[in-house]
């Protein structure tokens, strides 16, 4: 464990979204939070927004203990340029990096919020991020379900509990993952549409305090958490089509068939007598 753990000073960044959120926490205690819609410019404005929150707290970069970042999922740009800044400071200062989930992050948001909660957030083409957890009678955040990417009704068929759902994604999408639900769209309740169901550094630097006391520092090989299917597999889906491996695999069955169920002979290999 890390000397001082409960009085550390820690600059927390959450990037994963356009909303842009930097905070400086010493141990629970917020001294200042800097928010601002980014729109795509997280570049140019996030270390102008770490400056601000600085000079809000009264204090300089290098009086703090810790760094923590959101590692994702979320915007791919945001990400990167909140993962980079931070690496740069690390290397630059020698502080210790702690990286956080956003979707866990989120989740701290809901403290407070008994049974099981469900982060959302949108993602692209139609689909969202989601993941589940329940806070555990020592105030520890427990993972029901890891980060998961999908289609709404995806999360829908996941569903079998109560649980309470919030984020840009679920007031997106809350009525399609209802009428999948059917009968069932009971379990749902939501959220009340507050400033604590989107991202906040706060809540980052919040879960990262646990993390500190852990000693779950990153090392040399921190990258963001993308949770993203590849390109070529969405467009395949969009355009209803299959890969070109499994289009192979659907010949040769069928050649396997046509032949009375014996294999195609690869006349290549065939030697001569």
């Known amino acids: 464990m890390l000397k001082g753990v409960r ?37 140019k404005w996030l270390v102008l ?21 959101s590692i994702g999922p979320g915007s791919f740009t945001g ?16 502080m210790p990096l702690v990286a956080v989930p956003t979707l866990e992050a989120m989740a701290w948001n ?26 555990v009678s020592d105030h520890r955040l427990h993972r029901l379900v890891s980060e998961q990417i999908g289609a709404p009704e995806s999360l829908a068929r996941s569903i079998d509990a109560p649980l309470t759902a919030f984020g840009d994604g679920w007031v997106a999408n809350a009525q399609e993952i209802r ?6 769209a009971t379990l749902i309740r939501e959220a009340a549409p507050t400033t604590a169901t989107r991202p906040l550094a706060i809540s980052v630097g919040l ?13 040399v090989g921190v990258a963001p958490l993308y949770v993203q299917r590849s390109e070529a597999e969405m467009k395949y ?34 030697g001569t007598a």
């Open 79 to 94: 990400l990167r340029v909140g993962l980079a800044t931070l690496l740069g400071f690390r290397t630059a200062l020698g």
């Open 237 to 270: 889906e969009e355009r209803g089509r299959i890969s070109p491996g499994e289009r192979l695999k659907q010949r040769v069955a069928k050649r396997t068939q046509r032949k009375g169920g014996r294999p195609p002979v690869d006349r290549k290999r065939q």
């Open 7 to 43: 009085a550390m000073k820690i600059l927390a960044v959450d990037t994963a979204t356009s909303c842009q959120s930097v905070a400086i926490l010493e141990g629970k205690s917020v001294l200042a939070h800097v928010e601002q819609d980014a729109q795509g410019s997280h570049a």
């Open 179 to 184: 009428d999948c639900l059917g009968s069932r």
């Open 207 to 219: 879960a990262a305090g646990q993390r500190f006391a852990s000693g779950q520092i990153e090392g």
């Open 49 to 69: 927004s770490i400056d601000a929150a600085l000079q809000a707290a009264g204090l300089r970069l290098h009086e703090m203990n810790g760094l923590a970042i």
């Open 110 to 135: 809901m403290r407070t919020t008994e049974g099981t909660v469900c982060p959302i957030l949108r993602s692209r083409k139609h689909e969202i991020y989601w993941a589940m957890y329940q806070w």
